[in-house]
């Protein structure tokens, strides 16, 4: 699936930002969402990994897993780490706390034996009790020495460790051993609610211990280590992460011999799936479908296919399938099929390609992650929360999440919260802070801020021309308005016998504005003008027209009915500038965003539309402010009161007149909203931090700069005989676990020199 935007970290250290791209697809509804009697808006979908028992998956292998690039740094705390980072180093570094299915952080007993908070006053402390077999790869124990190095390079106190963030870290005050290295024994200066956020993916001394380890040491390799998995190689040239089983690992030893991570882009997984490149890749619809449809045409009858290329499938199965996937409907298929003969090597090709992705399942699930939309409140008429709360009622949410979900056949209910995903405890519906869907309130809340229909049209200033008689009382020169009419006149007359050429000219700039970078919706309609004011036209001035039909000089059209109906104030139409990404892997965010810009056009807003390059969306445009309207998303966190409050503070002003936003890119926030996190992230009580929390919740939504749309999809192609991997959801995987249900030499070789 393509990702847009900063790169995907650790959930401690940055949240990111990563764009949905989604098409058309038909499968199965997911079963098992909810039972009788739960609210469905507190239950979260359930995974899809095809669990397995690990006597049930054989021993041995190698699993290749498609990544989006080779990590620029395996160093989680970095501000370059991205979801390879975060993927790689869950199979080789401890997470003391991995998330669980719920979406909630669990002790994880392969490195823990327990870890409480000890004592609350006069000072919050956590005691840590290691795992006694835990040792890094090198034979050193894990231990309190491990812990100490990490705190003093992410505390904050020590410029020379280039980390991304120190929150949590800040607040510890000091860290001893216990009895023995094997019980850390951790004090904190202030409460820190969540300190099960601490320590994960914990780094040993050896990188942690000194800027210059920390800084470049840990970019490339890592050669020390503590999961099931050990790194064997890192190969850019050749896009190949290869992880080799732990010998020194003392739990669950991994079933699998090797797991390589291999970049492949995600417009080139089909291919790679299909040439047994990889064996599991996040994918897109597109590409899902094309799974589906190779299980549809497989064989004829559902069953396995034969040996050989393109065995199973029919030359007439397989035509139509290549037909079907290509856009055309059964009766151009079977047009197609007495073509065949020219279409051969064709159909061939796909053949072959179905009878290998016959071999995927579809793994799908909801992605920890939502999309929102998000209004630029740093200036312009988005500076005003009227208009921003107008704009959030204006938009059918329900309507945003079927267009994405129901084709994929998962639930499409909007999500409730800006801190938490159905499923998690946390979570409760706040959106009735903003208010439902209502077009006549949102009409209200703009005529209330000035916005009115025809507004575009009137000025606060004068600026009628007045008479000549008058003119000249003033000391006006009446020669230079005259002259100015006239010349006026003869250029609309020339110009009035070029009128169709111009019109035809006119409707093919909007068409091609349209298919590339600017155009504005709302202005657009005929009869009306581009800057969506007024004036005298030709057609006004012809020949033939009704005697003392014309204004004096100076004095305004009738403006079309359409312009009338845009809203505008003081004379300057109410347009904002909706930046979408253009890249082939985002076209279902702009489908949602046409969508956004239709409901707007309803009720007067002018939208001026820009696409823009997906590799500079959000760098140049979201994160710079360069934008009124956007569409990103912002993945699930474990903790909220900490992930959740640089995304949602109060931005404040720097020393050169710029604004600090943090992650704020809506620049919408307030000190009542600052406070409830703070409250929140020092309060040790589970249940009262929640409570804060949904406080704070239901702020943002009133405040309306980020309007949360639909949970993204998640969709994994996934070899059949792979067993405990696919959609994860919340949880995070369990490598030990993952393997083939038979033995298999899948992929090339995972030889040092990949």
């Known amino acids: 699936m393509s990702h847009v935007g900063v790169p995907r970290g650790t959930a401690r250290k940055r949240r990111s930002v990563a764009l949905l791209a989604t098409g058309v697809l038909t499968i199965p509804v997911l079963a098992g969402c909810t039972s009788d009697g739960e609210d469905p808006t507190s239950v979260a979908v359930p995974q899809d990994i095809a669990p397995a028992s690990r006597d049930r998956v054989a021993d041995g292998s190698t699993l290749n897993w498609a990544i989006d690039a080779v990590p620029s740094t395996l160093n989680a705390f970095q501000a370059d780490a991205d979801g390879a980072t975060t993927r790689i180093t869950g199979a080789l570094l401890p997470s003391l706390f991995p998330m669980d299915a719920k979406g909630e952080p669990r002790l994880n007993p392969d490195y823990l034996e327990s870890a409480k908070v000890i004592e609350r006053e006069p000072k919050q402390v956590v005691l840590y009790k290691l795992n006694q077999q835990a040792v890094w790869s090198d034979g050193r124990e894990i231990g309190a020495p491990d812990f100490v190095a990490q705190w003093r390079a992410l505390s904050g106190k020590d410029s020379a460790f280039w980390t991304a963030r120190n929150a949590g870290y800040e607040r510890i005050e000091k860290i001893e051993r216990g009895k023995d290295d094997l019980q850390v024994r951790v004090t904190f200066s202030k409460p820190y609610a969540d300190w099960r956020s601490l320590f994960s993916p914990l780094y040993p001394k050896e990188v942690t211990g000194s800027p210059g380890t920390f800084n470049d040491g840990a970019r490339t390799t890592l050669r020390n280590t503590a999961g099931p998995f050990r790194l064997r190689s890192v190969n850019k040239p050749k896009g190949t992460v290869v992880l080799d089983r732990n010998p020194r690992w003392w739990g669950d030893e991994a079933r699998l011999d090797s797991l390589v991570f291999r970049a492949v882009e995600p417009g080139k997984r089909t291919d790679a799936l299909a040439e047994g490149t990889v064996d599991v890749a996040d994918i897109d619809p597109a590409t899902a479908n094309s799974i589906a449809l190779a299980a549809r045409y497989r064989g004829g009858n559902g069953g396995p296919p034969a040996h050989g290329p393109g065995a199973g499938i029919t030359p007439a199965a397989a035509l139509r ?419 083939f249900t038979a033995r298999q030499a899948a992929g090339p070789p995972a030889n040092g020199k990949n």
């Open 321 to 739: 399938s290549w037909a079907l996937a290509h856009g055309s409907d059964e009766e151009a298929a079977e047009t197609a099929r007495a073509a065949r003969e020219e279409t051969r090597e064709a159909v061939a090709v796909y053949a072959a390609e179905q009878k290998s992705l016959s071999g995927f399942a579809v793994r799908k699930s909801l992605e920890p992650s939502y999309t929102q939309l998000a209004l630029n409140g740093e200036s312009g008429p988005l500076s005003d929360d009227r208009v921003r709360r107008a704009i959030a009622r204006t938009l059918d949410r329900q309507e945003l999440a079927d267009a994405v979900l129901k084709p994929l056949g998962l639930p499409a209910k909007p999500p409730g919260s800006h801190l938490a995903l159905a499923g998690q405890p946390g979570y409760k519906d706040g959106s009735g802070a903003l208010g439902e869907r209502d077009t006549k309130e949102a009409q209200a809340l703009l005529a209330d801020a000035g916005w009115t229909p025809g507004g575009a049209l009137r000025s606060t200033r004068d600026t009628k021309a007045g008479s000549e008689a008058e003119k000249k009382d003033e000391g006006e020169k009446p020669a230079a308005g005259e002259k100015a009419a006239d010349e006026d006149k003869d250029e609309k007359a020339g110009k009035a016998g070029k009128k169709d050429e111009k019109a035809e000219d006119t409707e093919k700039d909007d068409k091609a504005s349209r298919e590339e970078g600017e155009y504005t919706v709302g202005d657009d309609k005929p009869g009306s003008r581009s800057s969506g004011g007024s004036g005298v036209t030709a057609q006004d001035k012809q020949p033939g027209g009704v005697a003392g039909a014309y204004a004096p000089v100076g004095t305004a059209a009738p403006a079309p009915a359409a312009v009338k109906s845009r809203l505008g104030k003081d004379g300057k139409p109410l347009s904002l500038r909706f930046v979408l990404p253009s890249g082939p892997g985002s076209q279902s965010l702009r489908t949602v965003g046409e969508k956004i810009v239709a409901m707007l056009d309803s009720i007067g807003i002018s939208t001026q539309v820009t696409k823009v390059a997906d590799d500079s969306y959000f760098k140049d445009h979201i994160a710079s402010g360069d934008y009124d309207l956007a569409l990103y998303s912002w993945p699930a966190t474990a903790y909220p009161a900490t992930d959740g409050r640089p995304i949602f503070a109060k931005p404040e002003p720097a020393t050169d007149g710029s604004l600090l936003v943090a992650q704020n890119y809506t620049r919408v926030g307030s000190d009542h909203i600052d406070q409830l996190f703070d409250r929140a992230v020092a309060e040790l009580d589970a249940d009262a931090s929640r409570d804060l929390l949904k406080q704070a919740d239901a702020r943002i939504w009133a405040a309306a700069g980020s309007i949360p749309l639909y949970q993204r999809p998640q969709l994994v192609a996934v070899d059949k005989k792979l067993a405990n991997i696919g959609a994860f959801g919340f949880a995070a995987p369990r490598y030990q676990d993952i393997g």
